[in-house]
C-alpha cells in the first residue's frame, strides 16, 4: 500500500528504490562511544543522551517518519535506539528491570500522524527484551501549541503544566525517558519534573538525535 501512495525512495537521502539504503543504515549506525552526554539548555535534571547529531540521514527520516507519513522508518531509527540502550545497560547507566518511558506528544500531532511515532519507536525497541516495559506515562494538555519555530523561553512557557501522568509505570522499575529528538530540552525537562512529582525517578534520557 506503502509503494502505491509513495515512491520507492530511501528516507534517508532519497535514493531510489529501496526504503533505506546501506549508506544511511551506515550513518545511522550507533558507534561503539555511542551515546554521547549532551547539553541542553533547559536542564533537566537527569543525564541527557543522544545516538547522533539532528542532521544529514539522521535528521531527514526523523523529519520523514514524524511529517511525511514514513512510518516505514520507525524500524531503523528503533534498532539504533535499542544499540542505544544495550550500551547504556553495558556501561552500567541503566539496569532492569527498566521501563521506557515515550516522550509525551500532542494528541492533535498524534492523530495526524497516524499514530505516536515516539511510542511505536519505543515500543519496537523494547521488543522482545524481558526486562524492559514500555508505559505511555504521559501527554500533553490541548492547550500546548506545536513547538516548532518557539525559541527556548518560548518553548518553557508553552509546555510548563501542559505535561500530565496519565499512567504509572511498574513500581520497582527503572525509567528510562526516550524521545527522537532533543532541542531546548524543554519538554524534558518538564516530562522529568512531572515524573518525579508523582515520585517516579528518571534514571536518564536517551534521543535518537540531539539539535
Known amino acids: 500500500m506503502l509503494d502505491l501512495i509513495l515512491p520507492l525512495e530511501c528516507g534517508g537521502c532519497g535514493a531510489p528504490s529501496t526504503r533505506w539504503c546501506a549508506t544511511c543504515a551506515q550513518e545511522l549506525a550507533v558507534n561503539p562511544d555511542q551515546p554521547h552526554v ?21 535528521r531527514t527520516a526523523i523529519v520523514n517518519m514524524k511529517d511525511r507519513g514514513r512510518t516505514d522508518l520507525i524500524q531503523p531509527l528503533a534498532r539504533a535506539l535499542a ?8 556501561w552500567g547507566l541503566l539496569d532492569v528491570p527498566m ?7 500532542r494528541r492533535a500531532a498524534a ?8 511510542t511505536r519507536m519505543a515500543k519496537a525497541a ?10 505511555q506515562a504521559l501527554k500533553i494538555t490541548a492547550l500546548a501549541r506545536d513547538s516548532a519555530g518557539l525559541g527556548t523561553a518560548e518553548r518553557e512557557r508553552n509546555i510548563v503544566g501542559r505535561v500530565q501522568l496519565i499512567k504509572r509505570p511498574p513500581a520497582g522499575t527503572e525509567v528510562l525517558l526516550v524521545d527522537d529528538i532533543v532541542t531546548t530540552g524543554a519538554t524534558v525537562r518538564e516530562s522529568v519534573r512531572v515524573l518525579h512529582i508523582a515520585g517516579i525517578e528518571v534514571a536518564s534520557v536517551l534521543t535518537v538525535a540531539a539539535a
Open 83 to 90: 544499540v542505544g540502550i544495550h550500551r547504556m545497560l553495558t
Open 99 to 105: 521501563t521506557i518511558v515515550p516522550a509525551p506528544t
Open 126 to 135: 523494547g521488543k522482545n527484551h524481558p526486562g524492559i516495559a514500555v508505559v
Open 38 to 58: 549532551v547539553t541542553p539548555r533547559v536542564d533537566p535534571g537527569v543525564p541527557v543522551l543522544a545516538l547522533g547529531r539532528y542532521a544529514g540521514a539522521r
Open 111 to 118: 492523530r495526524k500522524r497516524g499514530g505516536d511515532p515516539v
